[in-house]
């Protein structure tokens, strides 16, 4: 059973340019969130998606969007990036409700 | 507000010492607390976790914690630290109800081992 999958593994990026995040849920798994972590900090919540919806986002500016796919698959979307968004990238899966997340091995976004 | 804290930044014990680490909480509602241990350059495993019940609770690696209402506590615990147990530790509430799903993490505690 494979768990929770992220690509790439590292990224480097320039100021301004976007960027896509992707995501593949543990098998059997509905709900996918996304998660900022800034060196030396804990991970801080950016949004949630479940039935291809946003369903709750954290305080992060519009610049981060997401997306849902049928398979529930998802990818996070960076716009203008500014080095401040330099971060390891974390999603999350699980069921529906309030059942524990199971997290990924993380994407590690550096903008230069 | 719902937070969560972790006022130890860094600990440093022994191989074979044992081993705390603390975590308070803020939250209104019946906490469903979890403890993360997270190697360099990973991403969060999950440790142990407490929805209700028994306060004392198990978790892998030999790690367990004990959840305390009075306190708003929920502290980590290994009785005897190997070096392989060197990470870093986040302590985390789930925020819950209605649509809300999202986790509060605490700044985390990093813990090295002396051989």
């Known amino acids: 059973d494979a768990g929770v999958t992220q690509s790439p593994t590292h990224l480097i990026k320039t100021r301004g340019q976007q960027v896509t995040l992707r995501c593949s849920p543990k098998?059997?798994?509905?709900?996918v969130s996304w998660y900022q972590q800034a060196l030396g900090q804990g991970p801080q919540f950016i949004f949630q998606?479940?039935?291809?919806?946003?369903?709750q986002r954290g305080n992060f500016p519009d610049r981060f969007s997401g997306h849902q796919f049928p398979n529930y698959s998802s990818e996070l979307n960076v716009n203008a990036l500014l080095l401040g968004d330099s971060a390891l990238y974390l999603c999350?899966?699980?069921?529906?409700?309030?059942?524990?997340?199971?997290f990924g091995p993380g994407t590690r976004l550096t903008v230069t | 507000a719902q937070s969560v804290t972790q006022p130890d930044i860094h600990i440093t014990v022994s191989e074979g010492a044992s081993l705390e680490l603390r975590c308070n909480y803020s939250y209104g509602a019946t906490p469903y607390l979890f403890w993360y241990v997270q190697s360099p350059g990973q991403g969060l495993q999950l440790l142990l976790k407490y929805f209700s019940g028994d306060t004392l609770v198990q978790g892998i690696k030999g790690f367990e914690a004990e959840f305390k209402r009075s306190q708003s506590s929920f502290n980590l615990r290994k009785p005897s630290v190997h070096w392989s147990d060197a990470a870093e530790y986040f302590c985390?509430?789930?925020?819950?109800?209605?649509?809300?799903?999202?986790?509060?993490f605490g700044t985390g505690t990093l813990l090295a081992v002396q051989p």
């Open positions: 998606y479940y039935e291809e919806e946003e369903r």
């Open positions: 098998s059997g798994h509905d709900t």
């Open positions: 985390a509430v789930l925020l819950y109800g209605g649509a809300t799903n999202k986790l509060i």
């Open positions: 999350a899966s699980s069921l529906s409700g309030w059942d524990e997340q199971y």
